[in-house]
């Protein structure tokens, strides 16, 4: 009988704590004073209105799993052998030369332009996300939510990738709730960081937008 009851104690106290931090789980509370303080620099030096941001932030979801994985990434745990077996497969080095063939003459023009080689363009997107094949299913408004205000180790970098986020969707008109990407909020075949984005992205075809999530003549 004493068994059960400190056992039965602890789970309450356990699930006591569990409700007492912010952010572990579930929809992002924007009550939070850093939230309400990120809301109104929006607002201040971007011009977004604030009842929006509410609205798009109350609706994004802290991720345990998100915290999960940037403490562990896998490029910090697994040594170059294993990358190379995963990176160096005679079907990954096919799918590389089909990228190439496929997209030659945008890759030589690219090429002529930048100066960027197309087998360093190729390699890029092929480490990445196997040529567009993985590109995350994570919504990049989670991901970056989750990090900027539940990650203390680097909450500073990603309230700033956040904050590039919230500029790209505007000024590319995505749909903030469709766009995906890693667990780190990177997006596209090419993986880029919202302000990786913003800064180097071009369009490539003219219709207007930088479109790296699907639009291969941009990427």
């Not at 990738?161 to 469709?178: K, N, P, S, V, Y």
Request: hydrophobic share 35%; with cysteine; proline share 5%.
């Amino acid at each position: 009988m004493t068994g059960t009851a400190s056992l039965n104690g602890f789970a309450t106290t356990l699930a006591m704590i569990i409700a007492l931090l912010p952010g572990l789980c579930g929809a992002m509370d924007t009550q939070r004073p850093e939230i309400r303080g990120f809301m109104q620099r929006m607002s201040t030096e971007h011009g977004f209105d604030t009842d929006w941001l509410d609205s798009v932030l109350a609706d994004s979801k802290t991720q345990q799993k998100i915290l999960d994985a940037i403490s562990r990434p896998a490029e910090k745990t697994k040594p170059w052998r294993d990358y190379r077996n995963i990176f160096l497969t005679p079907q990954r080095i096919r799918a590389g030369v089909e990228f190439q063939r496929k997209h030659h003459d945008r890759l030589q023009q690219i090429e002529a332009e930048t100066g960027v080689p197309a087998t360093l363009i190729t390699a890029i997107v092929g480490v990445e996300t196997y040529f567009g094949r993985h590109t995350g299913n994570y919504r990049v408004v989670d991901a970056l939510g989750t990090l900027a205000f539940d990650y203390p180790p680097r909450s500073r970098f990603f309230m700033s990738e956040l904050e590039q986020f919230l500029l790209l969707t505007r000024e590319e008109a995505f749909d903030i709730g469709q766009v995906r990407g890693s667990y780190a909020g990177a997006m596209g075949p090419p993986q880029f960081m919202p302000s990786s984005y913003r800064a180097y992205a071009v369009d490539g075809n003219g219709d207007g937008r930088r479109n790296l999530l699907s639009d291969w003549d941009d990427i």
